[in-house]
């Protein structure tokens, strides 16, 4: 099983930035996806990439994150701009869809966003 393993969460002010790291042991291949669950709610997909050219993003994100990835690295990241508060979640990444076969969920990286 692979377990990807993200970093790079924090508290933030509002307007501020922080950008996500994803690696796994193995390929990271097919981890293409960031997702957030926030207290209370639902997880929900935050962005998906599909090439170097292709990503689709939450309408809630869009213009203000950006997933990339670096296969070289093997890592994927999610850029987080103009934060707000309502991004207060706990971001996991993995496939799409989430939790195929031969892919667990990992810890997730908290990110807190203070108003």
């Known amino acids: 099983q692979v377990q990807p393993v993200e970093s790079g969460g924090g508290l933030v002010q509002a307007g501020g930035s922080l950008r996500l790291s994803c690696a796994a042991s193995?390929?990271?291949?097919?981890?293409n996806t960031w997702y957030r669950r926030a207290p209370g709610k639902q997880r929900e997909l935050v962005a998906t990439?599909?090439?170097?050219?292709?990503?689709r993003y939450a309408d809630s994100v869009k213009g203000r994150f950006t997933i990339s990835r670096d296969n070289a690295k093997n890592t994927v990241y999610l850029q987080m701009n103009s934060l707000k508060p309502e991004d207060t979640a706990v971001y996991y990444c993995n496939t799409f869809p989430p939790a195929v076969v031969g892919f667990d969920w990992g810890q997730g990286t908290q990110v807190t966003v203070s108003s």
């Open positions: 990439i599909t090439s170097s050219i292709s990503a």
């Open positions: 193995g390929s990271i291949f097919s981890i």
